[in-house]
């Protein structure tokens, strides 16, 4: 029906830079918002960096001035480019997207598979 596929993950020093992507496909209406979120070992998971269908952004405060969420709403993706990587930014990413089915007034809420990051020297 709906899906989510990231990509983008893998192994970066401290100090680098990695770009997640995330395209969501199927029986689509409208996606209202698409989030990035993360969960490191024996952690919750927490949210990362949002941004809706009018281009509104959030972030976490860990993560301010440092990641910057995008999207092309044509495509139905969102991009997450991460700089000045930590260790502690090592964790699995997940993108969630908030959206309309064609044919249906519901507001569903879809996840991906998740694409692991990993930040070490």
């Known amino acids: 029906q709906v899906q989510l596929v990231e990509s983008g993950g893998g192994l970066v020093q401290p100090g680098g830079s990695l770009r997640l992507s995330c395209a969501a496909s199927?029986?689509?209406?409208?996606?209202?918002?698409m989030d990035w979120y993360r969960q490191a070992p024996g952690k919750q998971r927490e949210l990362v960096a949002g941004?809706?269908?009018?281009?509104?952004?959030n972030y976490a405060d860990s993560v301010k001035g440092r990641f910057i969420v995008s999207r092309d709403n044509a495509k139905n993706t969102v991009y997450l480019q991460m700089n000045s990587l930590k260790p502690e930014d090592t964790a699995t990413y997940y993108c969630?997207?908030?959206?309309?089915?064609?044919?249906?007034?519901?507001?569903?809420?879809?996840w991906g598979q998740g694409t692991q990051v990993t930040v070490s020297s």
């Open positions: 969630n997207a908030r959206l309309v089915l064609i044919g249906d007034q519901t507001l569903y809420d879809y």
């Open positions: 199927g029986n689509i209406f409208s996606v209202y918002a």
């Open positions: 941004i809706t269908s009018g281009d509104n952004t």
